[in-house]
């Protein structure tokens, strides 16, 4: 929140002008940066009508919270305001959007979005954006959490005319999703006297919200027990099992004892540390813990969202990021299910960080912090970028330093790659990440290997798997330019250029842009396949076929692998990144893009002795085989 004080007192200070070089002061120091000028001037425009419509209606003694901070988001509401219902005489809030807009059209058949003149794609509907605001707010503010009542939504357009946003109000219908403009100002004036009492001042209500406490509420993990737990189900065995209850008896003991415990889950891809993720997340609910899944992947925690929110909006809330938490009370969860622990950063702050949350402290220190039990579940071959901490021992380090007690369980078993054990073995001996030096690969009856002779050969081997209805996708290492992303119905710049053969790198944004995929959708989306993926997208999923084109990044001269930094093209490297840990992060790339094929994986390099040593690995035989991708010798599935 960057400013708090009565109606009366925003008027005046937005009279003289002294509120907006106050926001912009709070602003600098909660951020570290200025605000925009079209922030500053959305404040200018907006906040002296919002003070005189409060004003002009007695309400000069409610409470103003401007630039209101959501829980455990990075979002603000424009404005809270806080006071006492004027017939209950409960503490009562209407969370307002402001918008400078004077017209808007809803998009096509779908009225939650919209378009605006100002803006190249569509954007929420002022409507429901207030609506989600005031929903998030009874999800994860417990002042309101058990009094859902108390909390209204409106979108002030006090530019607007009815007839320029009329469209907009086909999805208005509850109390927290209501839109007024200038024409309807009295309308406005009338809905904030109902909501909010005249003779009663706003301070107490807003103080109550401000320390409400900031945990899932009853309802949310009700929720989301009967969708994630009941909709998710999966039998779990042996070592899962194992690591399932461990941490189910850690939260227990916890609980019982008030002591904080720390739970490592370690294995491979496809180890099913995900699966049980998803199970005590659904288990914690169902008893009533207050907990939350985090992960450091955007790409990661947007499909989770999707998984196992898709029926139920407010579910998706329940999946944070690892820099979450900064600012959260320490306890204040049961449990924080840290999935994909391996992308932990050495610290949450970035550039975009507000000075007051630089507290230098350790992501990991933040993530132990939050919950009674932190979780992590992680893999340490998948550390792919500079300055990614998890690892076992970081976090046993973490947890010895408070005397809190810290159990390792292993997961053995395979559940990606085709079950095959040996495939994995075979991946991380070819590759050196553990010793032994590369072995002629075995087949057995569950995964399938294979070696392309140039990148067309493999795109339509890849294509020609997609016709027999298995997923497919393919993936490169880091070693060719990304342009910026196109305008819309521009085509995809083809940035992996090989020979004659060209293709796009998947989108980088959030938005669909010529049929292909958001980023964060590239693995699971149909529409992905045709864009080449990266690390930072294939990272944590899994598809029938896995296509890997390996860079001149990694190339096999003599005996041993030899890596280039000067081929990457990964902004992640800098010159001050050690060679040893450059050595380290592209084995490892190759590592998870070798590893997401749940049938088979067929593998291509770049450069000619690299492919002679992979035929000589995959087939035994150093001389190139016109079968090697042959129908005859790919699924027998």
């Not at 909390?151 to 946003?165: D, K, P, R, Y």
């Not at 850690?250 to 720390?262: L, T």
Request: with cysteine; hydrophobic share 40%.
């Amino acid at each position: 929140m960057l400013f708090r004080a009565s109606a009366k007192t925003v008027a005046v200070m937005a009279l003289d002008g002294s509120l907006f070089l106050h926001l912009t002061d709070q602003f600098v120091h909660m951020h570290g940066y200025r605000p925009g000028a079209s922030e500053i001037r959305s404040w200018e425009r907006s906040i002296p009508v919002l003070a005189a419509a409060l004003n002009d209606a007695g309400l000069g003694d409610v409470e103003v919270m401007l630039e209101y901070a959501l829980p455990l988001n990075s979002k603000r509401a424009d404005v809270v305001l806080a006071g006492v219902h004027p017939v209950t005489g409960e503490p009562s809030y209407v969370v307002v959007e402001l918008k400078q807009w004077s017209q808007a059209a809803p998009h096509e058949n779908d009225a939650t979005l919209c378009h605006v003149d100002a803006y190249a794609h569509p954007v929420l509907n002022p409507i429901e954006q207030v609506r989600r605001y005031c929903d998030y707010l009874v999800n994860f503010n417990g002042a309101v959490a058990e009094h859902g009542e108390r909390i209204q939504g409106v979108a002030f357009l006090h530019n607007a005319t009815e007839f320029g946003v009329a469209g907009l109000r086909e999805i208005e219908c509850d109390g927290r999703g209501r839109l007024f403009t200038a024409e309807r100002r009295g309308a406005f004036l009338d809905h904030l006297r109902s909501k909010l009492s005249d003779r009663h001042p706003g301070a107490h209500a807003a103080d109550e919200l401000l320390a409400g406490a900031t945990v899932p509420s009853k309802q949310l993990m009700s929720v989301a027990a009967q969708e994630v737990r009941e909709r998710q189900q999966f039998v779990l065995l042996d070592e899962q099992q194992v690591a399932y209850r461990m941490v189910l008896n850690a939260v227990e003991r916890a609980k019982r004892a008030d002591r904080k415990e720390v739970v490592i889950v370690t294995g491979g891809p496809g180890t099913g540390k995900s699966v049980i993720a998803l199970q005590l997340l659904g288990e914690l609910y169902r008893r009533g813990v207050a907990a939350v899944h985090a992960t450091g992947s955007q790409s990661f925690t947007k499909t989770m969202r999707k998984v196992a929110g898709s029926r139920k909006r407010e579910v998706q809330d329940l999946f944070k990021y690892f820099n979450s938490f900064m600012a959260t009370e320490k306890n204040s969860l049961g449990a924080l299910i840290c999935d994909e622990a391996h992308r932990i950063r050495e610290t949450s702050a970035n550039r975009y960080t507000r000075a007051a949350l630089r507290s230098g402290r350790a992501q990991i220190d933040e993530l132990i912090d939050v919950a009674h039990v932190p979780v992590f579940f992680l893999d340490e071959h998948q550390v792919v970028r500079p300055g990614e901490m998890g690892t076992v021992d970081e976090i046993r380090e973490a947890a010895t330093r408070r005397g809190i007690d810290c159990h390792v369980v292993p997961l053995d078993s395979q559940f990606r790659c085709g079950g095959s054990d040996a495939y994995l073995r075979w991946v991380v001996r070819l590759l050196g990440l553990e010793p032994g030096g590369p072995v002629v690969w075995a087949p057995d009856d569950r995964m399938e290997l294979l070696v392309a002779d140039s990148p067309g050969e493999l795109e339509a081997f890849l294509d020609a798997r997609r016709a027999e209805k298995y997923g497919a996708r393919m993936s490169a290492g880091y070693c060719w330019r990304w342009s910026p992303e196109p305008k819309p119905g521009d085509p995809l710049p083809p940035d992996v250029v090989i020979g004659g053969w060209a293709r796009p790198w998947n989108l980088r944004g959030d938005r669909s842009v010529s049929g292909a995929p958001p980023s964060a959708l590239w693995a699971t989306d149909p529409a992905g396949f045709g864009q080449i993926g990266c690390v930072y997208t294939a990272q944590g999923f899994e598809y029938g076929w896995s296509g890997v084109i390996i860079g001149p990044d990694l190339v096999w001269r003599g005996d041993h692998w030899v890596t280039d930094r000067t081929a990457s093209k990964d902004p992640v490297f800098k010159k001050s990144t050690p060679d040893a840990d450059v050595d380290r992060l592209i084995r490892n790339t190759y590592k998870v893009l070798l590893t997401r094929g749940m049938v088979g994986t067929i593998v291509y390099s770049t450069d000619q002795e690299t492919r002679q040593k992979l035929r000589e690995l995959v087939s035994g035989r150093s001389d190139p085989q016109p079968a090697t991708v042959t129908e005859e010798s790919c699924l027998r599935r």
